[in-house]
């Protein structure tokens, strides 16, 4: 294992050893959030709001208050060892609160949660360098981002830094951020901010903090976990990945993991690299620990994230401050404007690649909305739609949940040609979970995700009446959109190009409830608009794989590869990790070996930080999958909330 040094570092340190000094390996515990996206209330199943109801049922999950409830116990349960929190960002956008209180809100819970750095997200640019400014105002822990560069004329000032040096127990740690490089097309950061590349910048920051002597460095990053184990990994020095953006659920233990928590990459260094992430919406806490050799080489990494359940009480002041703050948009919230026969899906990772009910209840209603006008064809970016509605009473809030961009319906016209040109760049990021996945209105189409980017869509036809056409390349149509897409967000740029272009003006949110009213009660479908002919997805490239294929389940556990409503219990039994290798460079933790201790008596173990039952029946019986003989015979305590410090039993193979 090599990294670079410097020489002056090489003579202390053959100073020290020549001295008599002897080194101790160095533990770092590191918590870790990501796209927390303004989910300050508890959330269900769904990813909505929580009601009360299920609350009472003991079937929410995450939310401000019990995230800080779970931050305590960890720290806590960590007490006197060394440890950082970091948020990976997209705080911002995804309830009512940041729809009221544009960042304020969250800006104040997570001050609460004292992390000890940050790197912004897409999303932090929402409501422009301004929506950020007010965030950055109000903050009280450092913010890093190396690839944002602001002028000297942006409100943002120098308050966004390329990297920090943090002291933990008189250890030199260094943080790196960057957030996505298609963060322009995917919000808004005006005139005022430009994206540099995230590669290029990290790289430059990493070297500034190689000469200030610090050999330990994390890359807290917001660019998706196929980039990260594909580049950001492989940057010289860089020892730790802490992710977000792609929502990425890495574990040991489900089987709809994504890949291995952590996932360890190859550097080019000659060591390896563990990287991690944690789902999403405030529902884990990633919990990573890392041992570091005296050179600042990893030599161990190993974790799992905490799924914050029922079984964390909610912070009874944070509580209290969300009810106070929910007192203004309450009404507005349980206001009742339909109901649906069935629960509609609107799960991101259904939505970003293929056909989804969520998407065409959206589509419909933009159509209808805008038929008087002659609009005949309506495309919904998929990553638009940010939650799942219920079966049963639909209020205004989960609509606006759904859908809480503010974004307003546009109209233009475009060539048939230029339709399938958009069709094209909205299945042209498929294999990464791109927000940019069309889901429309009044036209069908196929695709074939084995062909090359570009040359992916096929058999395109337009409604005409009751029937089907295929739609001609030379005819000019009129589409509706959103005003993000029609400005070219999400990589629509020939939207830009349409002509007698009009930003109609009503909200999305408020012309999708005012469809599921006039359609109430609404009946979710899917009708085979969008149809994928081949399965098997195209190799990833070098700069952008695909995701991680999880691994299948165990025989005992219910296989979910894409369930209509997504619903971890309370109480989740674990299944066969997910170690199917996410990208050809990287390597998952490796199978157990042949000469495995076998346990052949009875012994006992106290928990360590970032033990998990799969990994201890590696350990003892050389066989991951035994991990229920450990639990049963330990009262098959909850597997992500084992207890630090409490001695378990482990019985004989």
């Known amino acids: 294992m090599t990294k670079s040094f410097s020489f002056g570092l090489l003579t202390a340190s053959m100073l020290a050893l020549s001295t008599g000094a002897a080194f101790a390996d160095y533990e770092l515990n590191i918590l870790h959030i990501n796209d927390f996206h303004s989910r300050i209330e508890s959330i269900n199943k769904f990813d909505s709001t929580c009601s009360v109801e299920e609350e009472g049922k003991k079937e929410c999950f995450g939310g401000a208050a019990r995230l800080k409830t779970a931050i305590e116990q960890r720290r ?37 949660m004292k992390f000890d750095a940050m790197t912004v997200g897409n999303h932090e640019f929402d409501d422009s360098e301004d929506g950020l400014a007010t965030f950055l105002d109000k903050v009280q822990f450092p913010v890093v981002t190396a690839n944002v560069k602001a002028t000297a004329a942006s409100k943002l000032g120098d308050r966004i830094k390329p990297s920090l040096v943090l002291d933990v127990a008189g250890q030199k740690i260094g943080i790196v951020g960057a957030v996505t490089n298609d963060t322009a097309e995917l919000s808004s950061p005006g005139p005022n901010v430009t994206i540099a590349d995230d590669v290029q910048s990290i790289t430059a920051a990493v070297q500034d903090l190689k000469g200030q002597g610090v050999n330990k460095i994390i890359a807290l990053t917001h660019v998706g976990y196929p980039r990260d184990l594909a580049l950001i990994a492989k940057i010289p020095d860089v020892d730790v990945v802490v992710g977000g953006h792609s929502h990425s659920l890495l574990s040991n233990t489900d089987p709809k993991a994504e890949g291995p928590y952590p996932t360890m990459v190859d550097n080019p260094g000659g060591y390896k690299v563990p990287v991690v992430q944690a789902a999403s919406y405030s529902k884990y806490l990633g919990d990573l620990v890392v041992n570091f050799d005296d050179s600042g080489v990893v030599k161990d990494a190993k974790g799992d994230p905490i799924l914050i359940d029922s079984t964390f009480t909610p912070d009874p002041a944070v509580i209290a401050r969300i009810a106070e703050l929910a007192k203004p948009i309450e009404e ?11 629960p509609i899906e609107g799960d991101r990772k259904v939505c970003r690649v293929k056909e989804c009910s969520m998407g065409n209840l959206v589509a419909d209603a933009m159509l209808d909305r805008t038929k008087n006008q002659g609009v005949t064809i309506a495309v919904q970016n998929g990553g638009g739609l940010r939650a799942s509605i219920d079966g049963g009473e639909v209020t205004q809030g989960e609509v606006i949940t759904v859908l809480p961009f503010q974004n307003t319906l546009a109209t233009f016209e475009t060539t048939g040609a230029d339709v399938v040109k958009a069709l094209e760049n909205g299945v042209s990021q498929i294999d990464q979970g791109a927000g940019r996945f069309p889901q429309v209105a009044g036209l069908k189409f196929a695709f074939d995700q084995s062909k090359p980017v570009g040359s992916r869509v096929g058999d395109v036809q337009v409604k005409e009446g009751d029937n089907f056409a295929p739609i001609d390349p030379a005819k000019t149509y009129k589409v509706a959109t959103n005003n993000f897409m029609r400005a070219g967000g999400d990589g629509y740029s020939i939207f830009k190009e349409g002509k007698n272009a009009y930003d109609y003006g009503p909200d999305l ?29 195209p190799a990833p490239s070098a700069s952008e794989p695909a995701p991680a294929a999880p691994a299948a389940p165990a ?32 390597e998952p933790a490796p199978a157990p070996a042949a000469s495995a201790p076998a346990a052949t008596t009875p012994s006992t173990h106290v928990i360590a930080a970032g033990d998990t039952f799969w990994d201890l029946a590696v350990t003892f019986y050389g066989d991951g999958t035994m991990w229920r003989k450990l639990s049963d015979a330990n009262g098959k305590p909850n597997p992500r909330h084992l207890t630090v410090g409490k001695e378990i039993e482990v019985p004989a193979r």
């Open 76 to 112: 806590q349960a960590l007490s006197g060892k060394n440890v950082l929190l970091l948020n990976a960002g997209d705080n911002f956008q995804g309830s009512l609160f940041y729809t009221t209180y544009k960042g304020a809100a969250e800006a104040e819970f997570l001050n609460l």
């Open 332 to 342: 507005l919230r349980k206001k009742v404007i339909g109901s649906s026969e069935s």
């Open 509 to 537: 949110a408020d012309v999708t409830a005012e469809y599921v009213a006039a359609h109430s009660p609404y009946k979710p479908y899917t009708d085979g608009r969008v149809t994928e002919l081949a399965q098997a997805a």
């Open 555 to 586: 025989p005992s556990a219910e296989p979910s590869p894409a369930p209509a409503a997504p619903a971890p219990s309370t109480e989740p039994a674990p299944a066969a990790p997910a170690p199917a290798t996410p990208a050809p460079a990287t």
